[in-house]
Every structure is written in C-alpha cells, then in structure tokens.
C-alpha cells in the first residue's frame, strides 16, 4: 500500500480484514528442494514442503544424515523439553552460532548449560519488566525523535534499521545502564546481517549432503562479522568490571560478580558469550517481529486505527504507563498475531545424539529433529485460515480455536526464552505509542517477502515512510 493511512469506508475494511501477508508457496517435495538449492540465497523457507504444513510428523524431503519435522504438538513438547538428553541443540547451529557467542547458554547442554543457568538466572530477575520499563520508554522516546525528523523531512528510512537500533538501545539500557550509539547500532545491524546470510548453517548443500557432526569452517567475512559485534559488546562490559563496576545495579554487573557452586566466576570471553546472548536474544528477535508487525500495520489500516481508539480509551492523550500496558488488548493481540505469521525464531533444530524412537518412529543416531515454529504456526490442522492476518484469533472468546501447544513464539520446556515477558511488554509498548503516532507507508516499488536463516527477516530492507498522524 503506497499511500497515508486515511480513515477507511465499510467497504474497504471487509477487504483489509483477509489480509493474506506473503510467505513462499509451497511447493512439492522434490520442487521445493531445487527451490532451495538453485535459489542461492539461503532461504531455508524455500525448502519446507507443501506437505510439511499438513503432516503430524515427517521427512523434510530427502538427506544425506536425515531431516525429520515434528509437529504434533505432543511430540513437539517432548523433544523440547527433552528430559532424557537425547536431543540437544544441532550441531549446525552450534557451530554456526559459536564464533559469535561461543559455548553460551543458548547452545550448551547438559552440565555445562546448568551451570551457566544457576548463574545467569539472578541476573535475569533485573529483566523484570516492571523494573525495566523506564529503559524502555526512553528507547521509544529515542526511536519517536527519529521518526519526527524522517516525517518533516519526508525521508524514507529502512524500517529494519530503525527497530533493530530502537531495540537495541532498549537492551543496552536495560542490560549496561546506558544508551547505544547509532553508529555502533548500524555497525551491528550490518554485521549481524552478513553473519545470518553468509554463515554456513544456512548453505543448503550442507544441510542435504554433510554427514552429522561435520565441523565446517566459516568464512573469513563471517568471522570479521562476529569480531565486530563482540567487540561492541566488550567495549559496553569494560567499565562494569573491577571495582570500577561497583556503581552498576545491572544486568551486566550481576552477570560478572556471579560465581558457581565452586566459587569461580566466568572469564572475560565467556562474559561476552553470556552478555551477547542476552543482547542478541534481547534485541534481534524483538527487532525481526517489530519489523513484520509495523509492515502489516502498514497494509492493515484497520488496525491501526484500533490500536489508536484503544490506546486513546485506555491512556488518553497522556503517556501510557506501565499500568496501561496491560490493558492494551488488542495491541498486545496484533504482536501475537505478528509472532503466529512471522515467528523471529523460524526453526528450533536438535540432534538426536543416539537412536531413538518418536511417536513410534525410528529416529537414527545423527539425525537432525525440527520443531519449527514458522510450520507450527500455519498448520493447516491446527489454525483456521492460517495464512490470514487476524489478531481476533487470540480473543477469549475464540480460545475454542486453538490447538494447546500449536503456538510457541517463545519455544517451550527447561529452554523457554526467558524473556517473554519482558519482549511482550516492549512490544506492545511500542506499538502502541508509534502508531498512535505516526502512519507508516511502504515505499513505491516495495518487494516484500520472508526468509528464515537464522532469524525470520525480509529477503530485502523494508523502505518505508512515516508520517505523524492526524487528529
């Protein structure tokens, strides 16, 4: 839609109510898999199947160690939460993640991931949202001064740009008492781009023809990438450190005074590992639904103007408070929706690390597990009319709908994103007062579509124009 967000006559908001956001069409098996392979781009959506989309649980086409979906939401539940330790994280995307975050909580296992657990989790608590919901007011004060100057101006601006900087800054508030730099924000967007589309875990030849456990080397550019975000991260630790760091009431400062069962606390790499996990998870995942859910605010004028007739009756024309937030229904359901259609985390792989059986099936030793979010989310045993924006799907009164277990934006069992909360919250905080604010058009010319690599982002920035709304 390349026009301001006008008030909309009865007739055209029974249009923008089918609202169907794009998504790559599925495809049979064997045409999806030379999608995949001749597109070049990484585009793990390109190789799921139309069938991946009906099927409890499947092949994912044809490879070299095997590839199995899992979609039953009872099956899904078991290998997540995985109480035997046979399914850990792959070892794609440990590899693929390690240059970046090292053997961090996000990819450890076993011993090593309780240990790191019982230390971070105290720290965690500071993430409270009640307790961190100043760091986000400022940060969408920030993103609204942006946008203020984009609006006078009439400038264009990349949207991606814009909430991967917004987010960050709230995470670095929240997480090192202080606000980002735009220009350190850019350089890690850029370089967290290049990693995702450049890192080996996304080449889809590896993922047919690799055996398991095949140690793969990155490329040069990749790691120069993750060089470049850890030494921001390094530069943000360095005075919480000492006794310099004392002054510091914050995520960072628990982080490094906290020591385990023997009394050793972590060095300063894995302080970057741990602290670069909570930035990452904290800023990139929030940045990829923020992305998605202001696009479809731009193409659901309806929405929009939901959201302001909701705001205004629940805050006013004052600012919205903690207290407000939680009032924000509709808001709150618009995120969710986002989270359903656009999940930031598109796949969760695990590796069976011996020969098992799932729901009766032979699963072999090596083989690569997937839960995927992206599939969950639209399967077309689970959702009424799946590939339709409709945020009335999370009403009550529609609680009948859904499939318990069908929608896991957040992942599920002892590795829940401990952050839900916090993300919720942000989210909805953010949408509410940017729409309140401003109408968002999308640029002439905009090719908008999905592609999951590590995260679930457009194949392209999203350009787009913001305009402040009127009364």
């Known amino acids: 839609m390349n026009a ?10 029974g249009a923008l109510a089918r609202l169907r956001p794009p998504r790559p069409a599925p495809l049979p098996a064997l045409a999806s898999l030379l999608r995949a392979a001749l597109s070049g781009d990484g585009n793990l959506l390109g190789l799921l199947p139309a069938a991946a989309y009906r099927m409890e649980m499947g092949p994912l086409g044809w490879s070299r160690r095997s ?34 975050i090292g053997d961090s909580i996000f990819v450890s296992s076993g ?57 960050a800054d709230v ?15 850019r350089d890690v967007f850029e370089a967290f781009t290049l990693f995702e589309r450049s890192v080996a875990q996304v080449e889809i030849r590896r993922l047919i023809m690799d055996k398991a456990w095949t140690k793969i080397r990155q490329r040069d550019d ?9 030494g921001h991260l390094d530069a943000l630790l360095a005075d919480h450190l000492g006794d310099d760091g004392a002054r510091f009431d914050d995520i960072a400062r628990q982080v490094a005074e906290a020591h385990d069962f ?44 939901r959201i302001r007739a909701e705001v205004a009756q629940v805050a006013g024309d004052g600012p919205i408070a903690f207290e407000h937030v939680k009032k924000l229904a509709y808001t709150r359901n618009v ?11 598109t796949f969760l792989p695990r590796v069976a690390q011996e020969e098992t059986r799932i729901g009766g099936r032979r699963v072999r030793k090596g083989a690569l597990v997937i839960v995927a979010p992206w599939v969950l989310h639209r399967h077309r045993l689970y959702w009424r009319e799946p590939d339709l924006f409709d945020p009335d799907r999370f009403l009550p009164e529609r609680e009948a709908e859904m499939t318990p277990g069908a929608y ?29 604010r401003f109408d968002f058009t999308l640029a002439p010319g905009a090719d908008v579509r999905p592609a999951a690599r590590l995260t679930t982002r457009p194949v392209r920035e999203i350009m787009c124009f913001a305009s402040r709304a009127q009364p």
């Open 262 to 305: 023997e009394g050793r606390a972590f060095t300063r790499e894995e302080l970057i590992d741990q602290l670069g996990v909570l930035f990452l998870a904290g800023h990139e995942t929030s940045a990829s639904a923020l992305t998605w859910a202001f696009y479809l605010l731009a193409r659901a004028p309806e929405s929009v103007r």
């Open 4 to 13: 301001p967000l006008p008030g909309l006559s009865d007739s055209s908001e």
């Open 335 to 345: 995120f969710r929706e986002t989270l359903r259609l656009y999940p930031p985390i």
């Open 222 to 230: 990749v790691l120069d990438a993750c060089r470049r975000i850890r």
């Open 408 to 436: 896991i934006p957040f992942g599920l069992g002892p590795r829940v994103c401990a952050g839900a909360a916090f993300a919720t919250v942000e989210a909805t905080l953010i949408l509410a007062e940017l729409a309140r």
């Open 111 to 167: 011993a090593t991931w309780r240990r790191q657990r019982d230390m971070i989790d105290p720290a965690l608590t500071m993430m409270r949202v009640n307790r961190a919901f100043p760091a986000i007011v400022e940060g969408v004060e920030a993103c609204r001064r942006f946008l203020d100057e984009r609006a006078a101006k009439s400038e264009s601006f990349s949207l991606d740009q814009a909430m991967s900087h917004l987010t």
């Open 67 to 100: 590839t199995i979906v899992v979609n039953r939401p009872d099956l899904v539940r078991a290998v997540l939460a995985d109480s035997s330790g046979v399914f850990p994280k792959s070892d794609l995307m440990v590899n693929a993640l390690e240059p970046l």
């Open 171 to 185: 995470i670095v508030r929240t997480v090192f008492s202080r606000s980002l730099e735009h220009d350190a924000s």
